[in-house]
């Protein structure tokens, strides 16, 4: 795979986790920021631990990056990452048409074909693990809600290419917090069902009411 970003890439052909490897590099000293991406991954996870198919032909991909700010900005980068992969679709398959539910999936008519994964991975100084999964040849089966995938004629390389772009531009939007009001908007403008009836899982609890 021929790997062209705007910030170094670690290429692996198999790998437990892309955001695993994040973390012990971060353990070891690594700021980053740089890309972490794997052929297939053995430990793939999606939020609240779910398993996450990581079969060849899609990409997987972890950015690993410092900020001077302490580990509470970290939350909002949940909202930065959703929209940078919607950027990416939207400036590669336009029709497409994605939108982001809370709060950082992204869908295509209704269909998972995207897992987002933010985690704070060190501090002193923060560092932040974003891992992301995209199904680009196929998309898993026999999973408990709608999938789908970008198509197979996209290669893994450009959809890096484009999310190294849009997750540099919000990542600079963002500005460590300081551009969060903007962010916000721009997040609230693409939600799926906003001002719908929703329901949301909080740990063990599950909260029920009008999406705001």
């Not at 060849?56 to 949940?78: D, K, M, R, W």
């Not at 089966?141 to 893994?156: I, K, N, Q, R």
């Amino acid at each position: 795979m021929i790997l062209a970003t705007g910030h170094p890439v670690r290429h692996f052909d198999r790998i437990d986790s892309t955001n695993l490897e994040a973390r012990r590099l971060a353990q070891d000293g690594e700021r980053g920021p740089l890309w972490l991406v794997a052929d297939e991954q053995t430990l793939g996870r999606g939020r609240l631990g779910r398993n996450w198919v990581s079969e060849p032909g899609n990409l997987y991909a972890t950015f690993l990056f410092a900020i001077a700010e302490g580990p509470q900005a970290a939350a909002q980068v949940s909202f930065v990452a959703a929209l940078a992969v919607h950027d990416t679709v939207i400036a590669l398959r336009p029709e497409l048409s994605p939108r982001i539910k809370w709060p950082n999936g992204v869908l295509i008519g209704g269909a998972k074909f995207c897992g987002v994964l933010p985690e704070l991975v060190g501090e002193n100084p923060t560092r932040i693990a974003i891992g992301c999964g995209i199904n680009i040849a196929h998309a898993p089966e026999g999973t408990p809600y709608p999938v789908t995938s970008l198509g197979a004629d996209l290669a893994a390389a450009t959809v890096l290419t484009e999310l190294d772009a849009s997750l540099t531009r919000r990542l600079a939007q963002w500005d460590e917090g300081r551009g969060f009001a903007g962010i916000r908007a721009d997040w609230a403008a693409r939600a799926l069902g906003m001002g719908g009836h929703v329901t949301a899982t909080s740990g063990v609890r599950q909260l029920t009411g009008t999406f705001k």
